[in-house]
């Protein structure tokens, strides 16, 4: 540098140099250079405070430091500033913390979905599992129906045409008439049965009323439905015994349901003694408290325990049923005649041989 008039002026300044300077707030950083002069050495340079930096860089997410010398705690991260010996410090903990916090947080969420949607996965696999069993016993159900219905509506009518056409055609033995007459008013009745459950079921499938109950004398009309259907079970080798307690009091049925019921547990009765010696069914009336009871017995194999469970379901046929005459509707349609009257039909699990049902009708308020 020089000055105009006076001569030249040398000015010599030298670099900057970093030094670690303690002042009274502790260590500061400071750049220091040497400026020679012609009046001498002079010393020039600028301090940086570590408090300003921190509060220069920090955005209040992570704890900041400024200082000489590495640090010595973990979780924490440097970076040298340069050659300066000063480090930059950040407190990675409270962070990782957090980190760590909403990671374990996204784990159990993660958990938390995918438990869930294994679980709808899994019921929708079971349902899946659950419909196609339903529609493979259904098609068995029906093909098995299907099958029996054929020949229940066959076998009556064939012999409805054979002994219809031999009154009509004065074939046979004239004396046997009133046997052919007989055999013609049985088979229209069994065919009437098939058709009636039958149409029974359709009902129930349309949630149609079923019985209108009326209070009424429960005693006489078992007898006189009994009696209607005794002539054929004892053409068919079937000795009906009927025990009806005296001075009931009145009950509270449909005496339509009824005869359908007594129907199909005296026809279920027939089928099932036909391999006994001496076919017996006996009808028995009594009452106790609050429901008169009706118990149809047989002396036949009864019902295998394995069957019991299902045996009041639509079309539920045992193995060893299906070469017996039926359409695996009756008793379903009996229990439902009774619930829709108020009673109960169930299967005496206690009997000792053979089969008995129960039906249980509620008495007539007086």
Do not use: C
């Not at 020679?36 to 921190?54: E, I, M, R």
């Not at 027939?270 to 106790?288: I, L, P, Q, Y």
């Amino acid at each position: 540098m020089a000055r105009e008039g006076v001569g030249r002026v040398v000015i010599r300044v030298l670099p900057l140099h970093w030094h670690t300077l303690v002042l009274g707030s502790g260590p500061a950083l400071a750049a220091l250079r040497e400026v020679h002069t012609p009046s001498g050495v002079l010393l020039q340079g600028f301090a940086v405070a570590p408090g300003g930096v921190v509060r220069w860089l920090g955005n209040g997410s992570l704890r900041l430091g400024f200082s000489p010398g590495p640090p010595t705690t973990e979780n924490v991260m440097t970076s040298l500033v340069a050659d300066t010996g000063w480090f930059l410090e950040a407190d990675l903990g409270p962070s990782l913390v957090a980190a760590a916090e909403r990671g374990r947080a996204e784990v159990r969420r993660f958990h938390s979905a995918f438990i869930l949607t294994s679980a709808a996965i899994f019921l929708a696999a079971a349902a899946v599992v659950w419909i196609l069993f339903q529609m493979d016993r259904l098609a068995t159900q029906r093909a098995r129906f299907a099958a029996a219905a054929a020949h229940e509506l066959k076998t009556p009518l064939a012999g409805l045409l054979l002994h219809a056409e031999m009154l009509a055609e004065n074939l046979g033995d004239s004396e046997h008439r009133s046997r052919y007459a007989a055999t013609v008013s049985s088979e229209a009745n069994r065919l009437g049965r098939v058709v009636s459950n039958m149409l029974d079921l359709a009902r129930l499938e349309r949630a149609t009323p079923l019985a209108a109950p009326k209070s009424g004398n429960l005693g006489r009309a078992v007898k006189q439905r009994v009696e209607q259907q005794q002539h054929r079970l004892e053409d068919a080798g079937v000795t009906v015994e009927v025990d009806i307690e005296p001075d009931l009091p009145l009950a509270l049925f449909d005496s339509d349901a009824l005869g359908q019921i007594l129907d199909n547990l005296l026809d279920n009765a027939e089928k099932h003694t036909r391999t006994a010696d001496h076919r017996r069914v006996s009808v028995t009336v009594g009452s106790d408290a609050n429901h008169l009871r009706i118990e149809v017995a047989d002396n036949g194999p009864g019902i295998p325990r394995s069957q019991r469970r299902t045996m009041f379901r639509p079309f539920d046929r045992s193995e060893d049923a299906i070469g017996r005459p039926g359409l695996g509707l009756g008793l379903a349609v009996a229990r439902s005649f009774a619930r829709a009257q108020g009673g109960e039909l169930e299967l005496d699990a206690d009997s000792e041989g053979g089969a008995q049902f129960i039906l249980t009708i509620p008495r007539a308020r007086s």
